[in-house]
């Protein structure tokens, strides 16, 4: 049960304000091969979407804070996410997973008043569709 809850906490954290790595955990519990596959992906999946709606709901709600230093996005990430968004409109939520953008991408779209329903389709397919990948390769290389 710890390990599932260490394997939330780092997904969560790994989309919201401090920088953490949840594939390294991930990966560590498949290499264990303690735990189901199918738990773990869901586990990890969960914990970094409902971090993904806290950025969402950052950039709904408290972008006036956004000069605040716990605040997840700098104001370049911010723009650099911002024209993406705009460039490729909710189809950039599948970016989502990406390092430096993806997290202020889903601040951006709480920002631009992107629906929910949409957005937690998106996001889902882009952080499970991380995590699947992750998984397949690492089941791969300890075969």
């Known amino acids: 049960m710890l390990a599932y809850l260490g394997l939330f906490a780092s997904a969560l954290i790994a989309a919201t304000l401090l920088p953490m790595q949840s594939e390294a955990v991930l990966v560590a519990l498949l290499v264990q091969g303690e735990r189901p596959v199918i738990a773990l992906l869901t586990i990890a999946t969960l914990g970094n979407v409902l971090g993904a709606v806290i950025n969402w709901a950052l950039g709904r709600f408290l972008l006036r804070y956004r000069d605040r230093r716990w605040f997840p996005a700098s104001d370049a990430q911010l723009a650099r ?3 993406w968004y705009q ?5 950039s939520l599948l ?13 951006v779209a709480g920002v631009l008043r992107e629906p929910l329903p ?6 889902t397919l882009a952080k499970a569709g991380r995590y699947l990948v992750l998984a397949t390769l690492t089941l791969a290389w300890l075969q």
Not at 87 to 91: E, H, K, S, T, V
Not at 95 to 100: A, C, D, N, T
Not at 118 to 123: A, H
């Open 81 to 83: 996410a911002e024209s």
């Open 95 to 107: 970016g989502s997973w990406l390092p430096l953008v993806g997290d202020p991408l889903t601040v």
């Open 118 to 123: 949409s957005f937690l389709i998106l996001v």
């Open 87 to 91: 460039r490729y409109g909710r189809w």
